[in-house]
Structures are given as structure tokens and as C-alpha cells.
């Protein structure tokens, strides 16, 4: 899972990239102080991982993994090739999801791009861009498409859909938000559309609102942009994430409780990417390895076996499942196994999420 930062110059991208992965990247006083993006892979925090390990004490503990990318910051007129426009754009691409940084702190002495702050402006500057992008996609789309409709006319509603794409581009709505047809979602996707990835709005506001961030009307502003998109908004300060990135495990608990927090900016980005995306996670353990692993919501138990090798989903006979809980309950698989508390599922079964399975297979 790749998931792509992205906003205007100096509202925090870089800052809260360092405070996320640990890794100091340049942050500096002026635009475009990031140009080529900063890349790194972080491990989904996961408690039941430890109590996997303390249990089978395996060579390896292995967590699922988010990789983050610091994307230059954009300016109006990005779409036509302004600022770092062209590499910009083509870095979006590459990602799952969007978080969109929007500056909600005022600080005389940090460089805002277009003088001052202002959260409405921010975000219609980004999404405006990203869209102008789109419409060219869809443009080249739609003349495929009619040089296939003419020598084929089942290509005649799918013509039809990138019309309609495009008409909702030009009213400047991202393409996020349109209502879809589960067919139709499949053929959005296959153009890799900026705007229609998912999108998380990341509020980044100053330090003394971060035990009561009702309080700072900028924040309120960019929660009623995102609501209207129905996208999450997270008030993270990328400052004080930064302080407590450097802090020991049991000081970072005690530091995040007196600000009124129970969990770090990186826990709650985390949750809601895996929310945003439809994301869980199940779980392997033995002697050598407890692992987690990523999957879509809804899949089925061979599709998940094949995440961990192609063998075992097309040899699969069954799963042996028993729900994280309920392991915890009984201590360990062998324990609960003879309390006849694992459940042997077939091709059908749709997994879920804190799954902890034995996957049986003959290849």
C-alpha cells in the first residue's frame, strides 16, 4: 500500500513525513524545498502481534507496512506544467491514496505560497489542479473509446461513461465523488485518475490546539470541505508529532495522556488509510514467524492464502481459523483446537479481520 502526501509548499508535507517514518528530509523556510519525493516503508503498529510472539516465541515478528511518499509541493497552474508540475503529477499517480495536507497554523515566520492561510483556498488550489489533470486524461479517453465505438458499438456505454466523467470534471467535482456502479468503478480505475483516488484531509494545526482542536476554526473549515466529500479529516500537529517521534515508548505514552491523546498522529493516520482503502488485516503465527498480512475487505479465504504464495490458493483445501479474541481466551491454537473452538472453512469463507489461520493446501 502506497499511500501519497501531497499539498501546496510549506504547509508541513515534509515535517510530518519525518515525524511518520522517524527519517529527518529536508523541511525548509521556501518552496519547493522537496523535489525529488522522499519514500519509506513504516510497520502497521499491531498489539497482537506481541501477544503472538509472546506465545510462540517465533525467529521472526513481521508487521504489515504502509509506504509513505513525500510528493513536491504544487501551485496553481501545476496541471499546465508550473512549479513542479509535470512531477508532481506523475508521482500521484503511483499511489493508493491521497493524504492532502492543508496548513491550518499561522506562523508569520514559515513562507505560506499565496501570503496567507486559507483552508478553502488550499484545497480548491490542489483539487482544482488535480482535476484539470483529469479532464485531459479523460479527453484522450473519450477519443480512444469513439475510434473503438466506430468499429465496435458494444463500446457504446462506455463511451457514454467518460462523457459523463468528463461533464462532472468540468463542474470541477473530483472524480471521487461521483455515484458508481460497481462495473463502472472497475473502468475508473483502469485510467488511474487523480482525483479519483481516495483522499484523507490532514488538517495540520499549531501545537496549542492539539488537546482541543474544536477550538481552531480552520480545522472546523477543512472538516467541512472533507465532509462534503464524505473523506475523514485527521487534526494532526506535525510539530508535536516530530517531539514525540524521538521519544522513548513509556515518555510518548505519558507525553500523548497530558495532551489528552491515547494514541500518536501515525496510529490514527494509519487506521484511517486502512478505513479509507476498506483494509484488514489477519494473522499467521508458528515457531518461525508471526506475520500480519494486508487484504481488501471481503476477501475470500484462497485469496488471502495466496497473498502468502501462489501455491496455497491454487492448492487450497481449507482454513483453520480461530478470531484473535478468542485465541487470547484459550492461550494458544493447540488449547483451543481441543476445545474444538477452530472453525475448518472452506473457498467461500470471507475473512475477517484479526483472522488467525493455519491455511491447508496440496500443490
Known sequence: MKIGIIGLPNVGKSALFSALTGIQVDSENYPFC???????????????????????????????TIEFVDIAGLIRGASKGEGLGNKFLSNIREVDAIIHVVRCFIDEEIVHVESNVDPERD??????????????????????????????????????????????????????????????????????????????????????????VTSDTNFLRVSQIASTEKAPTLPICAEFEAQISQMEPKEKMEFLKDAGLKESGLERLIKACYERLGLISFLTAGPSEVRAWTIVKGTKAPQAAGKIHSDMERGFIRAEVISFDSLMEFGSFSAAREKGKISSEGKNYVMKDGDVVIFRFNV
Not at 523535489?35 to 513481521?62: C, G, H, M, W
Not at 471521487?176 to 479519483?196: D, G, H, V, W, Y
Request: glycine share 0%.
Open 123 to 212: 484545497i480548491e488550489t490542489v483539487n482544482l489542479e488535480l482535476i484539470f489533470s483529469d479532464i485531459e486524461t479523460v479527453k484522450r479517453r473519450i477519443e480512444k473509446t469513439e475510434k473503438l465505438f466506430k468499429a465496435e458499438k458494444k463500446y457504446g456505454s462506455e463511451l457514454m461513461f467518460w462523457k459523463d466523467v468528463d461533464k462532472f470534471l468540468q463542474n470541477e467535482k473530483p472524480a471521487r465523488m461521483m455515484n458508481l456502479t460497481e462495473e463502472e468503478k472497475i473502468i475508473l480505475k483502469s485510467s488511474s485518475l487523480l482525483t479519483a483516488k481516495p483522499i484523507i484531509y490532514f488538517a495540520n494545526i499549531a501545537e496549542k490546539f492539539v488537546s482541543n
Open 34 to 64: 522537496t523535489i525529488e519525493p522522499n519514500i519509506s516503508t513504516v510497520p502497521v503498529p499491531d498489539e497482537r502481534l506481541k501477544f503472538l510472539a509472546l506465545t510462540y516465541k517465533p525467529q521472526k515478528v513481521i508487521n504489515a
